[in-house]
């Protein structure tokens, strides 16, 4: 866990707030990414000087340099966590030290500072206690967090890094990112890669989204909903779904593709290999290619796949398509295993099921 002074907010609260009325029309159909609340988070950084400035601020545009360097170099990194409308009214997160520590693992790799743990989750607390009303009430939507940092020195060079940086804070109302239990189709990609070792797979940078839009375009074209990543050398090994980890079901066994640093270290696929033993299954972390996959798939052996993230939880896989083959999951319908791990996780998050493991951390 990183330290340093203790930072304290300046509040500045919106006098442009939406009215009730207004914001219940957003939370009736939110969809995902869509509408902002009223306020946002900034703290600015300044090497020698650390950070400095946090302050919780109206939402709105900000104002930026043309050469400021993030627009150059894409010197940046995000997260992705959520604030839950728990049974009783509280309102809580899901594992937020877990996201503060993967912002330090991206920052690290992208030569950027690293930000406090307890001023990250603070950060987090604040905005949802300021904005509490934006967090919905109907039954699997949330209040989806979007904390973020970018080099905002106004100069161009490559020979090194930004030398200040600005991190904020977003909030969006959300609903299912796919219709819950709703299969996914997948087009596996032999033509692009998503990351190679020692590239910056493991961290949550924006470079990593942008390089996967031709792929995910093309899976589209192809009738599918979800491109799938293969390794980088053979194009053989099944590596993750667009931007979530894969798991694929043998019976009461989990497989994962191992963590070999061209992965992103999901924090729902953690809390999936904890939450195995529990429902009495098996889980391991290991290397799967595609002929095993089909092949697996077509003998019965494989009996589910899942994709997980934070956006969509966990989601089925019912079909795969490639250039040359395709074959279908099971049914093609989401099976008892993912049904059972995703109300497990999705009650954890909401407070229907027991906490075993501490993961929720209350905010109001």
Known sequence: MTTAQKLSFDVQLSDHARTAAERERVLADPGFGQTFTDHMISIDYTEGEG??????????????????????????????LKAYRQEGGAIASFRPYANAARFNLSAARMAMPELPEETFVE????LVQTDREWVPTTPGHSLYLRPF??????????????????YMVIASPAAAYFGAGRPVSVWLS???????????GFAK??????AAFVAQRQAVEQGCDQVVWLDASEHRYVEEMGGMNLFFVYGDRLLTPALTGTLLPGITRDSILSLASDLGLTAEEGRLSIEEWQSGAESG????????????????????????????IGDGTQGPVTSRIREELVGIQYGSRPDAHSWVHKIC
């Open 51 to 80: 950070w400095h400035d946090a302050r919780l601020m109206p939402y709105g545009p900000l104002s930026l340099d043309p050469a400021t360097a993030v627009f150059h170099y894409a010197q940046e990194l995000f997260e992705g």
């Open 123 to 126: 950060s987090l607390e604040l």
């Open 149 to 166: 940092m970018i080099a905002t020195q106004p100069a161009l060079g490559v020979n090194y890094p930004s030398r200040t940086y600005r």
């Open 190 to 200: 032999t033509e692009y890669t998503r990351a190679a070792p020692g590239g910056t």
């Open 205 to 210: 940078c924006g470079g990593n989204y942008a």
């Open 301 to 328: 052996e494989l009996t589910e796949v899942f994709a997980c993230g934070t956006a969509a939880v966990v989601t089925p896989v019912g079909s795969v398509k490639g250039a040359d083959r395709a074959w279908t």
